[in-house]
């Protein structure tokens, strides 16, 4: 399975500020995705990074607010604009794996997540 | 609709069989998953199972899947200490997105 690494994997942020979150995956992957999870909640996708295009939102989602890259496929950012403390949370990155013979699988695997307190 | 449901709490002997269960509503989901999160971790991919199977089984993990009633389940035999984590049962959604459920907390005692 894709291993995925995520930084910072926690930091505490001030209001008004931005901070953006790295997504590293030990493989080439077809699709990597973002999820929020805020506390003592499920999660909630946020957008799909696409490789060399604008990412696909979710409703209630916009770019403004969470400008995402995929430069290449191992590779996203997401960033947090403009934070509020109703931001604060964890923002898991996740990917889409190929089989051993290069085929769409149905495993689906996350990172450990980026958890940000914004005071 | 894209609503996923389960309960929220299990309590379970150490040993004893944990059953958690799950309805979904997207009667075209390709695949339905079960992750696991323990306390300041992320999610742990634990199983999932293809719409046409009925039921997985993987060492100490069965799933069964009724697409019928569109409901899912996760029982854990033998279920240990560190099996208490927050279990999320998800759908796929146009066969990639997921759909979660609140996640139920299972507590083993001793």
């Known amino acids: 399975s894709a291993v995925i690494s995520q930084k910072p994997s926690r930091d505490i942020c001030q209001r008004g500020t931005s901070l953006t979150i790295q997504c590293q995956v030990d493989?080439?992957?077809?699709?990597m995705f973002w999820y929020r999870q805020q506390p003592g909640q499920s999660l909630t996708l946020i957008a799909t990074?696409?490789?060399?295009?604008?990412?696909?939102?979710e409703s209630g989602f916009v770019i403004d607010k969470f400008p995402i890259s995929r430069p290449n496929l191992t590779f996203s950012t997401l960033t947090v604009s403009n934070m509020s403390p109703e931001d604060s949370s964890i923002y898991l990155c996740?990917?889409?794996?190929?089989?051993?013979?290069?085929?769409?699988?149905?495993?689906?695997?996350f990172g450990e997540g980026s958890r940000l307190t914004v005071l | 609709g894209e609503d996923v449901e389960q309960s929220l709490f299990l309590s379970v002997r150490e040993g004893d069989s944990s059953v958690i269960n799950c309805t979904y509503t997207?009667?075209?989901?390709?695949?339905l998953y079960w992750y696991k999160q323990e306390p300041g971790a992320g999610l742990q991919l634990l199983t999932y199972?293809?719409?046409?199977?009925d039921m997985k089984q993987d060492q100490r993990l069965t799933v069964l899947l009724n697409k019928k009633d569109k409901h899912l389940s996760l029982r854990i035999a033998d279920t240990q200490t560190g099996d208490s984590a927050i279990y999320f049962c998800?759908?796929?959604?146009?066969?990639?997105?997921?759909?979660f459920g609140a996640g139920t907390t299972v507590t083993v005692r001793a």
């Open positions: 996740s990917v889409r794996d190929r089989g051993l013979l290069g085929q769409n699988t149905g495993e689906l695997f």
């Open positions: 493989s080439q992957v077809t699709m």
């Open positions: 990074a696409n490789q060399g295009s604008e990412a696909t939102y």
């Open positions: 997207d009667s075209s989901s390709t695949y």
């Open positions: 199972i293809f719409s046409n199977m």
């Open positions: 998800a759908e796929s959604i146009g066969d990639y997105k997921l759909s």
